[in-house]
């Protein structure tokens, strides 16, 4: 085999063959006994192979690395050259076939001689091609010879038109989708996509016209070889002549006048002295009333053209002021400062470019040097600056505010402050409405609890619970037939009943709930044997101090920390109270008729804020910082978990109807929680501007749908919610009311508020003046009412205006002397059965019934009367601090009517000046 391999010969060269397919290369992969030594020997048989020869080097190579069973046999080399042979000498006889046809073609004749009938030679030429290649190089290969009518209108026929023959051109077959799908892979020379509108077969194009067609897209010549811009040759100036073209001599006709053109000029001459031709002249009237000359505006019937649809008008200058008049106003005059510091400023940083000057006429105004230049900005801001057509809406802005009631169709609601109650040292912490809504409870920082006569402000009780702590929770029980007070300093509960303000019968209620716990607890309870006791979290038991039990404090329950927050059961048996300074105990429910104290959380999320019961069902509320937790006490589960996004949450309260609850925050926001809705906020009021530290509901919601809230700012913000029982619903919220008046102090202001259970007042606890309770008049607007003076005097009369602190206006008012000896009760002329209401320092003692008015003498008439107010009620002068003004009107032409005196002369207003010297401050 190695002999075989050396004797090999480096072919001849030969043209390239098509390349035959890879298992055709290789014989199947079958290379035995193709290659032998009998075949090597023949020296002058060449045989061409596909592809490159390559050198001996690498044949040797591959041969090398053959194995045994890869080395082809002598009789499979021989077929394969046998093969290549045929197929060359195949290719060798079509080729030469082929161009021995051609050959023949051009040099046979177009005729053939045939013999006619009388037996001569005939020349018979061939069919001449009907093409235009000789006549027309530009005229293509019409086929179709239909002309220019449209192929539409063979849709109907199954063919396209007829050729020059006039036989019909069948409509071409269309192919199907995959046949476009290769004929766009496969892209034909001169495809171009298009069809041919007289053929209907696609158009092809040669190259030529595609490079025609290219230049003239890409704006070029399509001549080949053409420059549209050559290079200019100065024929005549780029070289310079030493000699002229032509030295031929000028004609004379150049210097001589031309005899033509004087023959011209004399001719018309001669017609203008004879008339015939007439200078220009203005038509006259006659000429112009010629009836057969139609004169007629061309544009009589033009309309103006409307603008674009897009069209946008350039913006206009701004009319002129009055620092541009050439006689400006002398204030608009610049003095030497203004003009030296306009001067020096940049031309950018000035107001205005120029300086106002004044003239003292219109015809001595210079001008303007900045004309121009002005001008031509104009014009680059109209062709150069974009404009922006700016869609306005056209909506107005009350459209999109919420349809709310108006506030004076909600009345009544609290406007005026009423009654001031004061007495406590220090901030006043937290207030309380008995459920009788006769009494006020306030706790303070002087540790004591008070108890104040709603209507008119005096002190009926006060007890001193601690002298270190503050009292931070005031509670009265929530039934009508004890009289229980529950207040919270520092660790301790204390149960009070006010001795001196109940009946023997609410007294003794009052200590039979407070010591049936005695009873429940002296009875043993059952333990497990051995089992440690353990210790409890509260002790119930009598205060220690005889001087507190004297003063109706009956009961004491204490804890590990510093309570907050109390808050009763509807029925009277649970209060719930919150020491956030614990941990698993700061939520406890007590049982006052039990003494026992529950802790039922083991653990709570966060730190515990407030905690409320649910007016209706066994639910329990619980406040975090962040969330607010809905517990169910009968099943023991939680029940629903509110998230409100306040940051810390300082106040809750829920809804008499049990649906909604009311959520007030640190961070300045008052959230109305719909529970039927989300666990989201239904709504985010957001008006104070510091923290809300207290928010509440009128516990009488369906006649009063009011709430409020108390903030630091020192306000408070009334507000109408109208909750509908049908769910499909929302609850309706409108602001009413800002009250204002508190004093801010320490960054503290109204720190509690708490609603009357059945009027419309609002008695709220500040951190520096004592509570003050606010109440509405506006519902006595226009109506006769009873206020009693200091001086002991009972003025009546219709109530006109008024305002939140300083005036009443009474108009058509009598006034009658009441002796402050005289008891108010028994004297004759003292009004029996009016119900009180009580302005700011005012008794005002309700309507006035038509028996009342009947019964009043007219007689004692007082008009411009300024009086101090005062409540009198068993011989008892109550400390009113500040007084009021109130002014009583009495028009002339009613007192005459009536047979009224005039008005006070200077003594009886001496002596009523008198009356209004300040009182002095009884003892509490």
Same mark, same amino acid.
């Given at each position: ?413 609290? %406007? ?21 809504? %006769? ?486």
């Amino acid at each position: 085999m190695v002999l075989a391999t050396q004797n090999r010969k480096r072919k001849a060269a030969s043209r390239e063959e098509p390349a035959l397919p890879p298992r055709e290369e290789l014989a199947n992969g079958n290379l035995e006994g193709i290659l032998s030594e009998g075949d090597e020997s023949d020296d002058s048989e060449e045989v061409e192979f596909d592809g490159e020869d390559e050198d001996e080097e690498d044949d040797e190579d591959e041969e090398e690395q053959l194995d045994s069973d890869e080395i082809p046999s002598e009789d499979d080399e021989q077929d394969i050259r046998d093969q290549l042979r045929n197929l060359k000498t195949t290719d060798s006889k079509r080729s030469t076939n082929a161009g021995a046809d051609e050959d023949d073609e051009d040099l046979k004749p177009n005729y053939t001689v045939t013999t006619d009938a009388n037996g001569n030679e005939r020349y018979v030429y061939r069919e001449i091609d009907p093409v235009y290649d000789s006549d027309d190089s530009d005229a293509g290969d019409a086929k179709n010879t239909i002309g220019d009518i449209p192929l539409s209108f063979y849709d109907s026929y199954p063919h396209i038109g007829y050729d020059i023959n006039g036989k019909k051109i069948m409509r071409p077959a269309k192919g199907e989708a995959l046949d476009a799908l290769l004929d766009s892979i496969e892209l034909p020379e001169g495809w171009t996509g298009l069809t041919d509108p007289q053929t209907g077969k696609p158009l092809e194009l040669s190259r030529d016209e595609l490079e025609v067609l290219r230049k003239l897209t890409r704006n070029e010549a399509p001549g080949e070889g053409y420059d549209p811009y050559p290079d200019m040759v100065e024929w005549f100036s780029s070289k310079t002549e030493i000699m002229p073209l032509s030295a031929a001599p000028e004609p004379k006709r150049r210097f001589v006048p031309s005899k033509h053109e004087a023959k011209r000029v004399m001719k018309i001459v001669r017609a203008i002295k004879e008339g015939r031709i007439k200078p220009w002249k203005e038509p006259s009237e006659e000429d112009q009333q010629d009836d057969d000359v139609q004169r007629y505006d061309v544009w009589a019937d033009e309309t103006p053209r409307a603008d674009h649809a897009m069209n946008m008008p350039a913006p206009k200058l701004p009319p002129p002021g009055y620092a541009e008049s050439y006689h400006p106003p002398p204030e608009y005059l610049p003095d030497a400062l203004e003009r030296k510091a306009w001067e020096q400023a940049d031309e950018e940083d000035r107001e205005r470019e120029y300086l106002p000057t004044d003239h003292s006429a219109l015809r001595r105004v210079p001008g303007y040097e900045k004309f121009i230049k002005e001008r031509f900005e104009r014009c680059l801001d109209l062709y150069l600056a974009p404009r922006v057509r700016r869609s306005k809406l056209n909506i107005d802005p009350e459209s999109l505010l919420p349809k709310l009631p108006s506030p004076d169709d909600l009345r009544p609601f609290p %406007t005026v402050c009423a009654t001031l109650y004061r007495g406590h040292q220090g901030r006043v912490r937290c207030v309380s409405v008995s459920p009788t809504g %006769t009494f006020i409870a306030s706790g303070g920082d002087d540790g004591t609890v008070r108890v104040w006569e709603l209507l008119s402000g005096r002190q009926l009780y006060s007890v001193k619970l601690s002298s270190e702590e503050a009292v931070n929770a005031v509670k009265w029980r929530p039934t009508r037939d004890t009289l229980i007070i529950a207040a919270a300093a520092g660790e301790t509960v204390y149960f009070i009943t006010p001795l001196a303000l109940c009946s023997p019968e609410i007294e003794q209620a009052s200590k039979d709930v407070i010591d049936a716990g005695f009873g429940y607890a002296a009875k043993p309870a059952t333990t497990n044997a051995g089992a440690e006791r353990k210790i409890p979290s509260s002790v119930w038991s009598r205060p220690e101090s005889q001087k507190l039990q004297d003063q109706g404090v009956l009961l004491t329950c204490t804890m590990r920390a510093t309570i907050k927050v109390i808050n009763w059961h509807r029925r009277g048996d649970y209060l719930s109270t919150v020491s956030p300074a614990a941990t698993s105990t700061a939520v406890a429910i007590h049982t006052l008729t039990k003494h026992l104290t529950q802790h039922p959380f083991r653990r709570l999320k966060g730190i515990a804020q407030t905690c409320s019961f649910h007016p209706t069902k066994p639910l329990f509320f619980v406040a975090t910082r962040q969330s607010i937790r809905l517990y169910d006490l009968q099943q023991q589960k939680l029940d629903k978990e509110l998230k409100p996004g306040a940051r810390w949450i300082s106040s809750i309260d829920v809804h008499p109807g049990g649906d909604n609850l009311l959520v007030g925050s640190y961070d300045r926001r008052l959230l109305w929680h719909d529970m039927d809705l989300a666990a989201t906020p239904y709504k985010t009021l957001r008006y104070h501007q510091k923290a809300i530290r207290s928010v509440r509901y009128h516990p009488n919601s369906g006649q009063y749908p009011l709430f409020a809230d108390a903030s630091d700012d020192g306000s408070l913000q009334i507000f109408h919610g109208k909750v509908v029982g049908d769910s499909l619903e929302n609850a309706l919220i409108v602001p009413l009311k800002v009250l204002k008046g508190h004093k801010v102090t320490g960054e503290l202001g109204v720190l509690d508020v708490e609603w009357h259970p059945r009027e419309p007042w609002l008695p709220g606890a500040n951190a520096l003046r004592p509570s003050a309770t606010t109440m509405s008049l506006n519902q006595y607007m226009n109506k006769k009412i009873l206020i009693i003076t200091v001086d002991g005097r009972t003025l009546m009369g219709t109530l006109v205006s008024c305002d939140q602190v300083t005036n009443l206006v009474l108009k058509d008012t009598i006034e009658r002397v009441i002796r402050p000896q005289d008891d108010p009760e028994e004297s004759s002329e003292t009004p029996h059965g009016l119900y009180m209401i009580r302005g700011d320092n005012v008794v005002v003692c309700g309507l006035v019934d038509e028996a009342m008015d009947s019964s009043i003498d007219w007689t004692k008439v007082r008009g411009e009367v300024i009086g101090s107010t005062k409540h009198v009620s068993n011989q008892t002068t109550g400390h009113l601090g500040r007084y009021i003004k109130v002014t009583i009107t009495a028009t002339a032409q009613s007192a005459a009517e009536r047979g009224r005196p005039a008005p006070w002369d200077e003594e009886a207003a001496a002596d009523t000046q008198a009356a209004l010297r300040p009182l002095p401050v009884p003892d509490t």
